[in-house]
């Protein structure tokens, strides 16, 4: 009846809507956070995103027991006071007014490749013993200062390493 196809077609539009926000969150979120703090602010997003499912209903439902037109009052007024963080955002932030410019090369090199992969070549790096030392020296410094205790685990750093970059 009118119920179910009211129903199906509210499911619906929450999940393309859904699946239109989420990535995009989750690609800003990324995009503007920096190396450090990229995976707190991508929990935040989740944290608030999975929050209002459950906040939500609970205010709208309470507020549609005292009178139905207060969900949309109420609704319209979320929907302003997160534009201010947004509007703050774009003041801020100019860069985040216009898409990332990318090498234009780079992007015609993978759409070549993509259309015809036989094309593309493979050129080996040969470092020298000097370069090759000068990584080394650098990768342990990183994991020094990130607290890895790579010498005692030296075994498993390999093994590691292995699976993350494999033949």
Not at 72 to 86: K, L, R, T
Not at 88 to 97: K, S
Not at 129 to 151: A, D, M, N, T, V
Request: proline share 7%; net charge negative; charged share 20%.
């Amino acid at each position: 009846g009118t119920v179910g196809a009211m129903i199906f077609f509210m499911c619906v539009g929450v999940g393309i809507g859904n699946g239109v926000l989420m990535p995009c969150m989750a690609a800003m979120g990324a995009d503007f956070a920096d190396d450090d703090n990229r995976g707190t602010v991508l929990g935040w997003i989740t944290v608030g995103n999975q929050s209002a499912y459950v906040v939500g209903p609970l205010i709208m439902g309470a507020l549609y027991a005292v009178e139905p037109d207060y969900i949309f009052y109420v609704g319209a007024g979320f929907v302003a006071v997160g534009f201010i963080p947004v509007a703050i955002l774009l003041g801020v932030w100019p860069e985040t007014r216009k898409p990332k410019e990318y090498n234009k090369q780079e992007i015609h090199d993978l759409e070549e490749y993509l259309e015809d992969p036989s094309k593309w070549t493979y050129i080996e790096d040969k470092p020298t013993k000097k370069e090759i030392r000068k990584l080394g020296e650098h990768f342990s410094q990183l994991l020094i200062s990130r607290g890895y205790p790579w010498k005692s685990r030296y075994a498993k750093l390999v093994e590691l390493l292995d699976i993350v970059f494999p033949p």
